[in-house]
Each structure stands twice: as C-alpha cells, then as structure tokens.
C-alpha cells in the first residue's frame, strides 16, 4: 500500500492512504542501515501487519522533491507566515526572520495576516506598507469569520504548505477551519498512542478540505518552528533578500556596499524617500548587524 506520512512519533510513523485511513508503521532495519530517516511528508510504501488495528511496516520511502532540514520535513512546495494584525502586534523583525530562513532553503512565502475584525485604524495598511513592495503575496483574513479565506484556500489548493508563526496568531484555529479532520486525526494519533495526549509536539500533516480545490493540499503544522536562529548567512548576502532592495544594485558609490553606513547608498537615499519602507530597512539593519557580530566572534 501506498500513502503520505503525516507524523512521526515514538518510533512510529503514521501513513494516510488516499481513502483517509492511517495506519502507525513502524520501519524495517533497511532505513538505518541505508541511513534514511523516514520524514513527515515523504510518501511511502507500506505492507499491512494488522488490518483491524491498521498496522504495518514501511518498505519503501518514494523519491523526494526536496528535504528541509529545519523544520524536518520532505516535499514542501511552499511556506504560509501567518501572524496577526493584532492582539498580539505583529513583529516584522521576527517574519523578516521567518522569510530569510525560507529564503535559504528556497522556498517561496505567503504572508498571512489574522484578525482583521478587530484590527484598529490603520493597522492593516500599515503592514500593506511594510510589505507591499516586497514581492510576496500579500493575506489579510479573519479565521473567525471566514473573511479572506476563500482566497487564502486558492493559494493553497494543489500544494504542501509549511505553516510557520508565533502563539497567539491564530493557527490552531486556521487548521481546524480548512483541514475538516484535523481534529479528528489529531485524535486518532493520540489513541493510536495509547498513552493520552501527547504532551511533545511534532510536525503534523493535514489534509485540506475539498474547498481548497484540490485533494492534493496539504498543510503542515510545524510546532518548534518557531524558535528563529539567523541561517548561516554572510553579512554581504543579507541585502539579495530584500526584493525592494535590488532595483538600485549599482547605483551606491561601492560596488560592495552592504547599505548601512557608507557614503552615497542608493538604497538608504531611497528611504529617505520614502520608496523603501523605513521599518522593513531597519530591520535589516538589525539583521545585519546581528550577522556581523556572529562572524566577529567566530574568529576570536
């Protein structure tokens, strides 16, 4: 049998097949010897050990489209940054975090922002500001209400979405309103346990409901996400992650300005200006002094 590991815990690694059924397997001796871990996301074969208790033995883990290392998890198409517009205030110092990391693997961001229904004057466009010149896709929903999903669920439909973003955000409650089950596998697991509720929180997949267009979309729930160390990155590297920044490559004095404090930077003209958002240039700044500091210390 075939199916798509959705979590793995205690040794066991949790397959759910095409009809919805999930079987705990565990994995034959083969995987260490070949040094292959089996991953949530990968999909694999399987042999069925117990029917009635929905057991078995993995065979045979299928070529992978790619592998994060942080968060551990295989064939992700894409990344969802969901934070709120309020209630807590959203850190634009953490999601530019969120996007330099994902930037290193490759990996293409959503920017979703939630509570829009009680968002303040403001608030919203403040966050349009920051980030519309920045070349991601732009969400603004209410998952209480249901406003902005729609949009939200087309942009998932049809993919592996990593979700990523800090307590209080709403991503509990996003993944029960567009994956149907996810409560009722979140229990399953649990029984399948025979230990309660598991207190370790792992990466978890989720099927997203038929309204994302496409049986094919998956979300997935990545809990130690979001302890954010900057990626090993050098400080001259910093600036190609910043989109709105590359327009004016080439017209600072220097060939190798890194758009903090040398004479006659284009970039830092540009938001005197007001063409580049003043907090999102200040982030990097913070960023990029964090990164010089790390490289200072690793000689000392």
């Known amino acids: 049998m075939r199916g798509r590991i959705v979590r793995g815990v205690g040794g066991f690694y949790y397959v759910e097949t095409e009809d919805g059924l999930i079987y705990a ?8 010897k070949d040094k292959v871990k089996p991953l949530p996301g990968d999909t694999a074969e399987f042999t069925v050990t117990h029917e009635e208790d929905r057991e078995g033995n993995l065979t045979q883990i299928l070529p992978r489209k790619n592998a994060l290392i942080r968060p551990a998890v295989s064939g992700v198409d894409q990344a969802l940054l ?121 990466s978890e997949l989720f099927r997203i409901g038929q309204a994302a267009g496409s049986c094919d979309s998956w979300l997935i729930d990545t809990p130690g996400f979001t302890a954010l160390m900057l990626p090993d990155t050098r400080p001259e590297e910093l600036a190609g992650a910043y989109a709105e ?40 700044r913070k960023l990029l002094k964090e990164l010089k500091d790390r490289e200072e210390n690793r000689y000392r």
Do not use: W
């Not at 939200?152 to 993919?159: M, S």
């Open 25 to 32: 397997c565990r994995a034959r001796g083969i995987f260490r």
């Open 82 to 202: 969901f934070f709120s517009v309020c209630r807590p205030d959203p850190s634009t110092l953490l999601l530019d975090r969120y996007l330099l990391m994902l930037g290193q693997q490759d990996l293409p961001a959503l920017l979703c922002f939630n509570k829009v229904d009680i968002a303040g004057p403001g608030e919203k466009e403040r966050l349009e500001e920051v980030y519309s010149k920045a070349g991601y896709p732009l969400f603004f929903v209410s998952v209480k209400t249901g406003e902005g999903t729609d949009a939200l669920l087309n942009a998932l439909a049809g993919k592996t979405t990593v979700l990523a973003g800090p307590s209080g955000a709403g991503k509990s409650s996003l993944i029960n309103r567009i994956c149907p089950a996810a409560e009722a596998q979140t229990g399953e697991l649990s029984r399948k346990l025979a230990r309660g509720k598991n207190t370790t929180r792992h």
């Open 245 to 284: 920044f590359q327009q004016f490559r080439g017209r600072c004095r220097f060939a190798t300005c890194m758009h903090d404090s040398e004479p006659d930077c284009a970039v830092r003209q540009e938001v005197e200006q007001g063409r580049i958002c003043a907090e999102r240039y200040e982030n990097y």
